[in-house]
């Protein structure tokens, strides 16, 4: 049975760190965006790692900087960007759960690798759902606590369940996030299913962005990510706005796509190449400005495909009990 307790203080909060659970959905026709975890399959494991349900509150953490005083004893788990852990100055792993306690200090480091950590936590953090979810849009002032980031001196209670195992998820089946190259920079591929507007594009322009290689931006943040690179313009001057879907690549006049993520607008009228795939979103989600992007095509049945077999490979997925 679970119990709301006084679970964290805010010592140091980092740049962004924001609540999260899996997403708002429903009300993108009355303006709010979706929310949620921008990488998807970091945040699943913090959950299962901790017991959770894959519905539960976790913190997202950008680039890190974090540090918490535990208020009661529970159960933790960091997955995600390479960020250094430590329990009262004890380095921890990723990947893992663990037992923290009444007055531990718990701190996250700055990445190394990657751009976004999950912190979740037994039973989950205790926050009002708003319009069926806790999930945090700045933008919206929506969510969260006050649909703001984490702020210095904030008290976050938890759902606590003392009972849970520790368990740990092993290397082989852990997501892989891209290490930095030379310059600090990713190199991903991006799967994009071509959407009904993919044949406004000319020929040249849609294989030039399919054969060309672009540079994440400075521009890249929760609602989307701008890319630097040839111009794919369509030569479409207007389009009626419309619902834009997760991942959607739009291309503005200047040619230069944006990947449209969690926290995009909810409607739009620049032209649309198609969709990345929702698997491969949050491998962008984990680049910084300056990685490298290519793009594939993929067909339906091929996208559909994938999602189910990453959807099976979890199920088979089993975490490795470390209860003596």
């Given amino acids: 049975m679970l119990k709301v ?81 430590t329990i009262n100055g004890e380095r921890i792993s990723l990947w893992q759960s663990h037992r923290i306690n009444t007055g531990d200090k718990l701190e996250v480091g700055f990445t190394s690798v990657g751009l976004r950590s999950y912190l979740a936590v037994s039973g989950g953090f205790n926050v009002p759902d708003i319009l069926g979810s806790s999930a945090t849009v700045i933008r ?40 930095s190259s030379a310059g600090g920079a990713a190199e991903i591929e991006l ?19 399919f054969s060309s290689t672009f540079r994440v931006s400075n521009r890249c943040d929760r609602m ?33 796509p944006i990947v449209l993520l969690n926290d995009r607008q909810t409607i739009g009228g620049y032209p649309k190449l198609g969709s990345v795939v929702s698997c491969d979103t949050g491998k962008l989600a984990q680049c910084g400005p300056g990685s490298r992007i290519r793009f594939s095509k993929i067909s339906v049945r091929q996208a559909h495909s994938e999602i189910l077999l990453a959807s099976e490979r979890r199920e088979r997925t089993l975490l490795i009990s470390l209860n003596s």
């Fill in 140 to 179: 919206d002032e929506i969510g969260g606590l006050d649909g703001k980031a984490l702020q210095v001196g904030q008290l976050l209670n938890i759902n606590n369940q003392l009972s849970h195992k520790i368990l740990m998820l092993a290397k082989s089946s852990r997501p892989k996030i891209k290490a």
């Fill in 224 to 256: 989307g990510y701008c890319l630097n690179g040839p111009d794919v313009s369509s030569g479409v001057s207007s389009l009626l706005s419309e619902g834009i879907c997760h991942g959607a690549v739009q291309v503005p006049p200047d040619g230069q």
């Fill in 5 to 85: 307790l006084p679970g964290f203080k805010i010592i140091q909060a980092g740049p962004q760190s924001v609540l999260q659970d899996d997403g708002r959905f429903g009300y993108q026709r009355l303006g709010f965006a979706n929310g949620g975890p921008l990488d998807a399959e970091s945040y699943y494991w913090a959950q299962r790692l901790c017991g959770n349900n894959t519905t539960a509150t976790a913190i997202e953490i950008l680039l890190g900087g974090v540090v918490l005083e535990a208020l009661a004893d529970t159960v933790i788990a960091i997955t995600g960007a390479e960020m250094p852990v």
């Fill in 191 to 209: 799967r994009l299913l071509p959407g009904y507007q993919f044949e406004r594009f000319p020929e040249e322009k849609r294989q030039l962005f």
